[in-house]
């Protein structure tokens, strides 16, 4: 692959050919903050109706087919979404996600890495609800993780069974709806042997969602994965807030959700005996990575907090610890997180009409 833009917070794919863009349709301008001075952009082609597709019928799938809804309101440019992953906890953020379905919100951009890059996709498709579906019905399901799975094929979590046989099988993903809904996602994934963050756009992820799965790919619980003739693991590990890449891209608001709540500290990991012994001869400097990650988490969420103390952010993260773990699979203590997410999120577009003065 050439030309890759560089920076020191990781690469950004290209994207791949589309269309000339449409002018956007106007949207609801926020009110004056400090922002620095942007550069012209390229308008967003316009919001289209997001239908069915006619050939998906509901007897095709185990679980209830949920349709896709357009969104009706567009954030101004230079809003971004910044989304953590955080494993099981990520059902946090779906239930925010649901929220901002549920006001019509839909963000122009946003940088997803791990578990949310994985719950985004729904939001994107327009699909309110399929993430609670999963929940409800599918992560208890010894397919979809657990130890069995490590045993047989080297990875906790069964990345067919979720991205291939769910879709396909038991919950509709509506791949025309997300490849119409104009933002841009990026998602985050580490290249394993420089040690660094890439990201995809969007139009990389379909078919198979490469990229997402490489981004969900936990060290020591999953198998490095061989993508884009890179070797891929956890976009969690440098980046695990996403805020330095949406700055980095001028966005100039930035609504970040966290899976933590504010109390909370990373330390060091304990596990770097175990992190040298599986990578450190094939890739040395996903083991720095991995050393560094505790820092890259504080000082992401530190900068977090000062753009939210300057007005340039909107942090939507729990109230109080979660005793939730990164693989928790119990359908009775997620769905719980998820209404608690949900809750938060509708608060937060009440303040997200406030600041941009946004329609009902």
């Not at 991205?163 to 025309?176: A, I, M, N, R």
């Not at 693991?233 to 001028?250: C, F, T, V």
């Not at 970040?256 to 500290?265: G, K, N, P, R």
């Not at 012994?277 to 907090?305: K, S």
Request: proline share 9%; aromatic share 10%.
């Amino acid at each position: 692959m050439t030309n890759y833009q560089r920076h020191n917070y990781g690469q950004t794919v290209p994207q791949m050919p589309q269309q000339s863009p449409m002018q956007q349709p106007a949207v609801p301008q926020a009110p004056a903050m400090q922002r620095p001075k942007q550069p012209a952009q390229p308008p967003h082609p316009p919001m289209q109706q997001l239908q069915r597709p006619q050939m998906v019928s509901s007897g095709q799938f185990k679980l209830p087919l949920i349709p896709s809804v357009a969104p009706r309101i567009y954030l101004p440019r230079g809003t971004s979404l910044v989304v953590e992953g955080g494993g099981m906890r990520g059902f946090y953020g779906a239930g925010v996600l649901d929220a901002f379905m549920d006001a019509g919100l839909m963000f122009p951009y946003i940088a997803a890495v791990s578990a949310g890059s994985a719950n985004v996709l729904s939001y994107i498709s327009g699909q309110r609800g399929r993430n609670r579906l999963v929940v409800e019905h599918l992560v208890n399901d010894s397919r979809y993780m657990s130890m069995r799975n490590f045993i047989k094929k080297g990875s906790y979590f069964d990345f067919d069974f979720i991205f291939k046989t769910v879709p396909q099988e038991y919950l509709f993903f509506d791949h025309q709806s997300f490849a119409r809904t104009q933002t841009r996602l990026l998602t985050g994934a580490l290249d394993c042997r420089k040690g660094r963050t890439i990201w995809y756009e969007k139009a990389w992820l379909e078919p198979d969602f490469m990229p997402t799965i490489a981004s969900c790919s936990i060290p020591l619980l999953s198998q490095v994965v061989r993508y884009d003739e890179r070797d891929l693991l956890d976009g969690g590990i440098l980046d695990p807030i996403p805020i330095e890449k949406s700055i980095a891209d001028r966005n100039h608001f930035h609504v970040v959700i966290l899976t933590q709540d504010a109390s909370y500290h990373k330390t060091a990991t304990k596990l770097g005996p175990l992190f040298m012994m599986a990578y450190h001869r094939r890739f040395p400097h996903l083991c720095w990575a991995l050393e560094e990650r505790h820092n890259a988490y504080n000082r992401q969420v530190a900068r977090a907090e000062q753009l939210e103390r300057e007005g340039r952010a909107l942090i939507i993260r729990p109230r109080e610890p979660l005793h939730i773990s990164r693989v928790e699979s119990n359908p009775q203590k997620l769905l719980p997180l998820y209404d608690q997410g949900h809750a938060d999120g509708t608060t937060a577009v009440v303040r997200l009409r406030q600041l941009f003065r946004l329609p009902y």
